[in-house]
């Protein structure tokens, strides 16, 4: 997401670095540079006359601080002006202190609503909440058994007759409060464009649940045209909030930028990929920071923390102290890597990443090459690969479905993994092997290999 912004600001913030002082010429140049970064990126023209005002006002006249060269400082406040763009703080969900909480999704047909409720929902579980999904998508062919199949994915019942939207909404409500459900999560229909009848259907169904929270869907790829979708849906319902869905297709990020300056109201939540967990709160300061090339240090760590498992750390770095690190302990690191999704992804949130390697396109199939390869050997092999000769070789390409090429390969990666790992210290010596037949035959030996 954000490739073609982060490149250009890239660019920008290159070619500052490289002056000495910065005069007012200077900061006119580079914000006529940031202005059509952003007008490039899609974003909302209001938005980037508003941002590059502010940016401007506090570069002019600017106090030179020690500890900042000139073109550090620029970059600090683009930085801190884009997180206020974004909207500051994340925002912080609270419940109704007489449950059901109710959260009503809208949104035009497309927007992903559907799946970002049962996203949504996976989310509140992990809150440690009792979601129920109300699947009020009459209109749509085959809407509510794509939410059942999902919401079971999710773990989150799904509620829904086949009635009318207000009255299934109004029903599930009353459902949720009989069963103790303590979160109620509304997926509302959809129509290609905004027009009266979409209107009417939502204002109803928001009528006859009285959400706690109305969120707008709205799909990151289409650019300026959200800034419309968003007015005209926040004048009927009074939104609080948005939910960015297809953000990790959204190469220029008009929408994230646009959406809260214009609206006034927060983006509340992102969804960044296809799978259920792609999902998660919207943090305006690690958005800047990724925007800007500086990586997303933060929401990796969330990443790892929920995906590594503490047992297989832990054997991993006990394995690294004795100084053995075989293939059996690198398929098992590659499995907990898998689990934190796209490796695109984990590259783009890495604080220094050359751009080359940011946006190069990183074929996660791979990966299940290597595992297959590294499964297709014995527990012997991946202890010790230096075993593996000709004709096992052959046997393990043809077990995974590769060359001996690719196991040769894979073989040689894995050793200069290791060359490298020791050279960085993260590994410790490995055992030597004892040749000494003496000491097999039971004597004891010195250190100088002596028998007494």
Known sequence: ???????????????????????????????????????????????VRGL????????????????????????????????????????????????????????????????????????FRQQGRNPLLIGADLQRPAAVDQLRILGQQAGVPVFSEPTDPVAVARAGRAEAERVGRDVVIVDTAGRLTVDDDLMDEVRRISEAVQPTYTFLVLDAMIGQESVAVAEAFHAILELDGVILSKLDGDARGGAALSVKEVLGRPVAFASIGEKLEDFDTFHPDRMASRILGMGDVLTLIEKAESAYDAEVAEKAAAALQEGRFTLEDFLEQMQQIKKMGPLQGIMSMLPGMPKELRNAKIDDAELGRVEAIIRSMTPGERRDPDVINGSRRARIATGSGTSSSEVNALLKQFRELQRQMQAMGLMGAPRRKSNNKKAKRGGRVTPAGTRR
């Open 1 to 47: 997401m954000f490739e073609s912004l982060s490149d250009r600001f890239e660019g920008i913030f290159g070619r500052l670095r490289g002056r000495g002082r910065l005069g007012e010429a200077e900061v006119d140049e580079t914000l006529r540079e940031i202005r059509v970064a952003l007008l490039e990126a899609d974003v909302n023209f209001r938005v």
């Open 52 to 123: 590059v005002g502010r940016i401007r006002q506090r570069c002019i006249g600017l106090e030179l601080s020690k500890s900042l060269t000139p073109a550090q400082q620029v970059i600090k406040i683009v930085n801190e002006e884009l997180i206020g763009v974004l909207g500051g703080e994340p925002l912080k969900i609270t419940y109704a202190s007489r449950p059901p909480t109710v959260v009503l999704l809208a949104g035009l047909q497309g927007a992903g609503k559907t799946t970002v409720a049962a996203k949504l929902g996976r989310w």
